[in-house]
Structures are given as C-alpha cells and as structure tokens.
C-alpha cells in the first residue's frame, strides 16, 4: 500500500541552524501538507501545497519557514534560523483532492532545537 | 474559526470490552467532515474513521463506529471489542467540505490516549 515517508525521523540541531525536513508523498498525490505538534499540544496546520504554490498557510508559517517541491517525489519544509520553539514532530501529508479524499500522512520527522 | 476539544486525555479499557472516546466541535458551517485518526506508538497517523456532515447515518468500520450528533456538535468514537493493537493516542479532527469555500486543513483535537489491558 503506498504511503507517505518522512526523513529524518529525528533531527537535532542548534538553535539559529537551518533545517530541511523532507518528505516523499504518495505518488499520484496532488496536493501537500505541513503540520506539527509540539510536545502535549494539539497537531496545528502549517501550510498546504498545491502546483507549486502555497494555497493556504496558518499564522505560524512565518518568514523563516519555506516549502519546496524540488523534484517531481520530494516535499521539503526549510525552517531558516530554528528557534527553542520549533522543537516539535512535524507531519507531512498528501491527499489525492483538496476536500474530499483523505490526508494520508507520514511518520512525523521530531525535530528538537538546542 | 474551528474549534475541537477531546475532555478525555487519557482513558483505560480491558480487552474485549467496549469504549467510548468523546468529541466535541465548532463550527458555523453547515458541511463538514469529521474524522477520527489512530497514532500508534509508531507515530504513523491512520485514518480510522470518517462521517459526512450531510450524512444523517453514522458511520461504522468493522469494530469502529461513532455517534454524529449534529445539533449538540458531538462526534464519539465507540470501539467494540476493543484489542491490544488499539492501544494509542486518538484524534478527532475537522475539516470543511470545500461546499461553501473553507479551509482544506484539519483541525485537531488534543488527543485521547487510549490504553488497552490484557
């Protein structure tokens, strides 16, 4: 059955450090998610992805944050300059439509900010 | 904005027995999704159920199904037969249904962890 990955699964940086966390959804796939959950929190909404453009991001998707659909398999999400407050697991998603077809999720990549 | 909210933090249930996760939500539209996913300890997020606002019937998957009280906002999970492999953490989620517009995110709930006793 084909599903989403995630790597790292665990990535350590220091604080100020850039970071990549990257993901490969679901092949057939269109549109893309970022979400994360900081530790005891609920799972918040990043961004959402769709031909090459954000379609919808939520107040946390600051400048420091980027997405990237580099090639036609990877998904990345670039934190800039990581803060204390980062340190979270982080959830890529894909889905087939943008409504109704569910969001297939990966394993969460958990970042941790020094 | 939406909102949803799962009291429970943590609930308890022997094996075979039955138990009930609840859910409540906001919301000023009037067509919506509304989902349960399963984390397991592998953090795989996993669909275990979804209902259709419109959908007046509520939805079951084998030993799953919840309880969609539309009026009261209330979306219950209920496991039946519940087995060592339930063992989890829980989410009750929402989304639009894109109908009249609306944000394509989920909305999460904090989570139930659920534990399951031999």
């Known amino acids: 059955e084909p599903e989403v990955t995630q790597t790292p699964s665990h990535q350590v940086t220091q604080m100020g450090q850039e970071v990549i966390l990257r993901c490969v959804p679901i092949?057939?796939?269109?549109?893309f998610y970022w979400y994360r959950q900081i530790l005891g929190q609920k799972v918040e909404f990043l961004v959402s992805?769709?031909?090459?453009?954000?379609?919808?991001k939520s107040e946390i998707f600051d400048d420091q944050f980027s997405v990237e659909r580099p090639d036609g398999s990877n998904f990345t999400l670039k934190i800039r300059s990581t803060k204390l407050e980062d340190s979270a697991m982080y959830f890529c998603?894909?889905?087939?439509?943008?409504?109704?077809?569910?969001?297939?999720f990966g394993p969460g990549t958990r970042l941790t900010v020094l | 904005a939406q909102t949803v909210t799962q009291s429970q933090p943590e609930m308890s249930v022997q094996e075979a027995e039955t138990v009930t996760l609840s859910c409540t939500y906001d919301?000023?539209?009037?067509?919506?999704?509304l989902f349960w996913y399963k984390q397991p300890p592998s953090r795989q997020m996993i669909l275990v159920i979804r209902?259709?606002?419109?959908?007046?019937q509520n939805a079951t998957e084998n030993r799953f199904s919840v309880n969609f009280q539309k009026a009261a906002k209330s979306f219950s999970l209920k496991i039946s037969d519940s087995q060592l492999g339930d063992a989890a953490m829980y989410f009750c989620?929402?989304?639009?249904?894109?109908?009249?517009?609306?944000?394509?995110?989920?909305?999460f709930g904090k989570g139930t962890k659920l534990t399951v006793n031999p």
């Open positions: 998603a894909s889905s087939a439509d943008r409504y109704y077809n569910e969001q297939f």
């Open positions: 092949s057939n796939h269109l549109y």
């Open positions: 992805f769709y031909n090459n453009e954000i379609s919808e």
């Open positions: 919301t000023s539209e009037s067509d919506y999704y």
């Open positions: 209902q259709e606002a419109y959908k007046q």
């Open positions: 989620a929402y989304r639009s249904s894109g109908r009249q517009g609306g944000s394509e995110k989920l909305v």
